[in-house]
């Protein structure tokens, strides 16, 4: 992975330091247009190529088509057969990256760039995770002018990107939380005020102020779990459009979204406490004055 | 009267009242945050492109500058053209590539921009002087990670190979300028040097290219017909006014956008809610009230009046506590938002416009309008004799 | 004895039915009742008898479901709801049996209420609030709030509210009801100067010391006047 690769914003005209990997800038200026198939019989096979799915889809390009690539958009090119589409994958790090990608033979795309027997980096598959360690250790010490990293290492490093959107969210999710715990407070206040007049009766009647408040509670507790529920199955809906629509603006299979067990726990547990404890709040409230003073006497 | 009668109620239950200004004010500082966010982006970029006044960018056929590695030949045939295009000021072509310096046992890779001194546009100097040949201005990530200082020289080239250890090329220049880089970000280890001495670097192979070219038009000049001109003179070349890239920059930041619009409108309703059920329950409340003020000939529209008036008046008191909350809360988010691996320092995700406030705050107030219409209806509707009898009751 | 003054208000042959659960409550059967400038009408009855329905149609607080109300000859049961509203605030004045004054508005205020619907200008309104008050004997309360004034002060400054446009016509339902009977007869007395100096008074009350101060008596009983009787001119 080449160092010093901002990822946002993407594309712009704003600058980032040219990646290692030239073969980008190669397919980003170079598809030169469609050439019609060759007979066959005279020539060599040509190479294969596969492209960008969201190519097939924008330029039309199809299946068994031939086309030409260079690394520049003056320089030579090269005929190749369209012999696979390749979807985007799930990778955070190219949603919004308009660029097509696409995927060559290694020795073609060295032979294209006249890079010569040189690659940017080689991917490692160990047999288990336990290997990992010794392998990388290993490969450390006999390496020379490389080192060799373990994915996650880099994925934490690569991203910076996420984990500031992370933030972000949390800052939302903060600010969400607090304007909420308000207004239930004022809502649950509300409620029981409305109600004065009952609880002054029931207090007057002889009911303790113990029993008053465990009354509103049980209300404020069924309140406050129905809406948790409710909310839940809303923020899922929610989830869903906007998956779907995401995936459809950026062309991607990523799940920008993702409602699991820990997620709806936290919701509950947020939203059920905090209007639980309004309702505790407005109760211990009302029943801390005089019956005839809440009957306005 | 009314008013008075309307900041009366309010004042009668103050913890009430407090509250759900409180929570008025919260969720209208989201919603000065969101309005701000919708196109604080947009506008940030803007002024960044705008900054040494050029309006047109040039760059390979089919890229946005700098967005790849491609560069586009006989860059000073095409430098000329552009420059000879009426309506055209001043062109600042520029070369991007990556040098690497030895360092200890390693090396450091720093991104170099090649430019015309006279006339670039991609840094502001912070101290020292412009480069001349063998001469460069480093960022202060640059000099950091080089370990200099100004006035030091540094060997920077290229054809780095780690295993050997060695360089196709080296050669030494000397630091003369601290810059801050407009375009980079703060973090990126950047030097600048002459678009000549970049161009001879790499064996040749950069000679007389350039990466992009920036144009700055003559008082008067149109962009969208300068570019449209540019584009027809030079076929190698895409030609991009800042409006084409602030659009094409918009598209790649929809996300914020529409989290801004999610945000903003769920702000709006929170708002809503809360004033539209503080007023029906004090309207419940008053009922008996109401109804004696019916018996004494207040029509039932100044009724209406009061119940409106004292729903504004809470958002409009929520809404200013908010605007001062929702700057504090932006300046935050935002700065969170700055963390972004290589953004440039001058982007904000945040901008405060008066016309911002102004939005949010005209929002609220529709908002708070629309809130007291409901209750205030109901009340205004009530049979008279029927609800005194009931209060008698009561 | 002969009847004080012209006719200013009549009730002809007015019903008020309601809808409860399903059968018809017959509140009002056919009622005809005529009130005279300057008269002060005490109506009697038991509860549940249509009193304060009575009251409620007299003042354009209701409609009848039959019948006709007119003061001074315009039949008040027709007009629209601002036309009502209107009638109310220039033409009548209310005193409820629980007061029912605004309790975030001083005494003054409470009285100015009415006024500053009328469009009366601010410094004529006050001034007239503290001789209206001072007309009660609450010349020294002016500022004070309802929670901070006894049932009987609280009752007088409704009263002083509903003299606030100089009504003709003043209609009190129970108004001692909530009182002690020592502030009852304050009250009572308090009603009795109103009516020397012109105004109109019909009162609604269980109270028979109220009914003995009153100059006619009207018993009702099922919704209909069952005795019409004039204690005094």
Known sequence: MPAHRPAFPPSSPCRRPAPRGRWRAAIGAALLGLAAAAPAAAQAPLPTIALDARLRDDAGIRLGDTIAIAATPDGPARRMVVAAFARRTADPSEVARAEYKVRLHLADLQALLAYGDRVDRFAVVTRDSGATDRVVAGINARAFGFRAHRSRDIAVETGRTFAVINRFHRAIGVITILASAIFLLCIMLLRVEERRREVATLRLIGLSRRTVVRAILVEATAIAVLGAALGTGLGWAVSQVVNRYYQGLYRTPLVFSLVTGEVVALAVALSAGLGVGAGWLAARRVVGRPPLALLGR | ?394 | MTPPGTLMLEAVEIHRDYAMAGDAVHALRGLSLAVHEGDYVAIVGPSGCGKSTLLSLLGALDRPTRGAVRHRGRDVARLDDRAATDFRLRSVGFVFQRFHLLPMLTAAENVALPMAEAGVPPRERRARAAELLAYVGLGARTAHRPTQLSGGEQQRVAIARALANRPALVLADEPTGELDARTGTEIIQLFDRLNRDGTTLVVVTHDEELARAARRVVHMKDGAIVRDERLRD
């Open chain 2, 1 to 394: 009267m009314r008013v008075a009668l309307a900041v009366a109620s309010l004042a009668r239950h103050r913890t009430r009242t407090a509250l759900a200004v409180a929570g008025i004010a919260v969720a209208s500082a989201m919603l000065l945050d969101m309005v701000m966010l919708s196109s604080g982006m947009r506008l940030s970029f803007r002024e960044l492109l705008d900054t040494r006044g050029y309006q047109v960018r040039l760059s390979p056929k089919g890229t946005l500058p700098f967005a790849t590695e491609a560069t586009v030949g006989d860059a000073a045939a095409l430098v000329a053209a552009a420059r000879a295009q009426p309506g055209v000021a001043v062109v600042a072509p520029n070369l991007g590539a990556q040098l690497v310096a030895p360092r200890g046992d390693g090396a450091v890779t720093v991104a170099a921009l090649g430019v015309e001194a006279g006339v670039q546009g991609d840094y502001a100097l912070r101290e020292g002087r412009d480069a001349a040949a063998g001469e460069l201005v480093a960022s202060p990530a640059a000099l950091a990670a080089l370990g200099r200082r100004v006035g030091d020289t540094v060997s920077l080239g290229t054809g780095w190979d780690p295993q050997l250890r060695a360089f196709r090329e080296l050669a030494p220049r000397r630091i003369v300028g601290v810059g801050r880089f407009y375009f980079l970000g703060a973090d990126q280890p950047v030097v600048a040097m002459p678009l000549a001495d970049l161009q001879a670097t790499a064996d040749g192979a950069r000679r007389d290219r350039i990466s992009s070219a920036m144009v700055r038009l003559a008082p008067g000049a149109e962009p969208a017909a300068v570019a449209r001109a540019l584009a027809a003179a030079l076929p190698r070349v895409s030609v991009l006014t800042t409006a084409d890239a602030v659009a094409q920059a918009d598209e790649r930041v929809a996300y914020f956008r529409n989290l801004a619009f999610i945000l903003g409108s769920v702000s709006l309703a929170v708002g809503f809610l809360l004033v539209t059920t503080l007023m029906t329950v004090s309207v419940n409340e008053r009922i008996g009230e109401i109804a004696v003020q019916r018996a004494l000939g207040v029509q039932a529209r100044r009724i209406v009046q009061q119940v409106v008036a004292e729903g504004l008046a809470l958002s409009v008191a929520g809404g200013l506590l908010g605007l001062g909350l929702g700057l504090v809360t932006a300046r935050y988010l935002d700065a969170i938002l700055g963390d972004f691996p290589g953004l440039p320092p001058d982007i904000a995700f945040f901008v405060f416009q008066p016309r911002d406030a102004g939005t949010a705050m005209g929002l609220l107030v529709v908002a708070g309008t629309l809130a007291g219409i409901l209750p205030s209806w109901r009340a205004a509707r009530l049979p008279i004799a029927a609800t005194l009898r009931e209060e008698a009751v009561a």
